[in-house]
């Protein structure tokens, strides 16, 4: 699995699709920046998330999610 895109590099690409002039395709914009059109798409709709511009959960939440649910089971296993 490739490493993920720096947050900063998403951000920018983000910033430029939302930003595009009328009538210029995403595609487009993803080959520019090396990316695919799916994966900017992704990113486009994970940021209308973390803008509260669409429902779904944030990156916040499922970081605490995976914690809680770390610590779940830390303590079943001293349950045990």
Known sequence: MPAPYPKEFREDVVRVARNREPGQKLSVIAKDFGISESCL??????????????PGK???????LRELRRRNRLLEQENE
């Open 41 to 54: 798409t992704n990113w486009m709709r994970q940021a209308d998330v973390e803008d509260g511009n669409r």
């Open 58 to 64: 944030t990156r916040e939440d499922s970081t605490e």
